[in-house]
């Protein structure tokens, strides 16, 4: 076994928890019903205080027209024609009383001597204060054995259904109602609030089962046809096996039972009572999970209207802003435009300067290009001058010398 939480351990091979450590088998047993465990106070007080139920007397009347209805349908499906009952841990006794009622030779087995009382006084029924491993061995073969929220309180299951099987029919059928480990660790039941945590009741639920385990509980045993049904509470498994195919009554022919006799049709007619309250809770339930939708869908609406105003809020502000930052844009563009026009007009007078002065420049050329002609010719004339000199003083020259020459001959 591994461990599962600090009062179960999970066998490895079924999944199946299990209580421990637990008190010894004598614990279990009813000898003094004011002070052992399952005696009277399990009923008048330790149900009502530790988990809220109702008390021995409330259920006694709850039970007739709830879940014992819903037992019944789902029986009779199998089982239509009335034959012999037990009902192991039958309680207070509603529904051997319900099984009695449809025609049924219907028993209880109960291990508390007043609550066994109770229930012959309250219901009218014969319920034998007893244990199955007590009673078997002598116990008239049963056409349907019935076990609502027992097969977990067994201390020795294995051993306790060994004894349950063999007062069963080659036909006959066993049903069940236990809570359904559902292969969850105790870690993610806490993290998502799993309803099967209130399951986990220490030195009360000793074995708590999964389908696997069951199954192999009951083919060990040579229950090997096994219908699982849709549980009334959704930490449960509800199961009706036998050790013959198993083959179904048609709704009619149980209506047509139930209307065969004046004592039936009322539980016929509580059977459809208890149809259109289940009708109406469950459109109930509907019209509350789609008002619960709604109301979300509001919730989630009023949270992105909210959003919404917050951003219209936002974006108004950054509007504002937006609106003042255009304008103080336009004024610039404004400004940027005047100074465009003043750049402009400036632009146009330089352009007039720069032309006027190109004007003067092509006039300043031709002066200069007239000027650099006047200059050339002036060095051509200075140049006929100079040869001109040369010329004139070479002549100047010669005739001086000739003019020695002459003076000297005088």
């Not at 029986?75 to 309680?91: C, H, N, Q, R, W």
């Amino acid at each position: 076994m591994d461990n599962f939480s600090e009062k179960y351990k999970k066998c490895r091979e079924c999944q199946t928890l299990i209580n421990t450590p637990r008190k010894n088998e004598v614990f279990y047993e009813v000898e003094n019903d004011e002070d052992d465990f399952y005696g009277k106070k399990y009923w008048t007080g330790h149900q009502v205080d530790n988990y809220g139920y109702p008390n021995i007397f409330q259920r006694s009347r709850q039970d007739l027209t709830g879940r014992c209805l819903y037992w019944l349908r789902k029986v009779m499906e199998y089982k239509g024609t009335p034959g012999k009952t037990l009902e192991i841990g039958s309680g207070p006794g509603a529904f051997v009383q319900m099984l009695k009622s449809v025609g049924f030779e219907a028993k209880g087995l109960e291990l508390s001597p007043w609550v066994a009382n109770y229930g012959r006084n309250y219901h009218g029924v014969e319920i034998i204060n007893s244990k199955i491993e007590d009673v078997s061995e002598n116990m008239e073969l049963k056409d349907i054995v019935v076990m609502m929220d027992v097969l977990e309180h067994f201390t020795d299951p294995v051993e306790s259904m060994r004894h349950t099987l063999s007062v069963i029919k080659n036909d006959g059928i066993i049903v069940i109602q236990t809570p359904c480990y559902n292969h969850m660790s105790y870690e993610e039941m806490i993290a998502t609030n799993d309803p099967f945590l209130i399951q986990l009741k220490d030195q009360e639920h000793l074995y708590l089962f999964s389908t696997k385990a069951v199954t192999m509980l009951l083919e060990s045993y040579g229950f090997k046809y096994i219908n699982f049904i849709d549980p009334l509470f959704p930490y449960d498994m509800f199961l009706i096996a036998s050790a013959e195919e198993l083959v179904q009554v048609g709704n009619d022919q149980v209506t047509a039972h139930l209307q065969s006799k004046p004592e039936t049709r009322l539980i016929l007619a509580l059977l459809d009572l208890y149809d259109e309250v289940n009708r109406v809770s469950n459109e109930a339930e509907i019209r509350l999970a789609n008002n619960k939708k709604l109301e979300q869908l509001l919730s989630e609406c009023e949270y992105d209207r909210e959003v919404r105003i917050q951003t219209i809020h936002k974006l108004e502000s950054l509007l504002k802003e937006s609106e003042a930052d255009r304008e103080a844009r336009l004024q610039s563009i404004q400004k940027l435009e005047e100074l465009l026009k003043e750049s402009e007009a400036d632009r146009e007078a330089r352009l007039q300067s720069i032309q006027k002065l190109e004007e003067l420049l092509k006039e300043s050329e031709a002066d200069r290009e007239a000027r650099l002609i006047a200059i050339q010719k002036l060095e051509s004339l200075l140049k006929e001058s100079e040869i001109d000199r040369e010329a004139r003083l070479e002549s100047i020259q010669k005739l001086e010398k000739l003019l020695q020459e002459k003076q000297g001959q005088v």
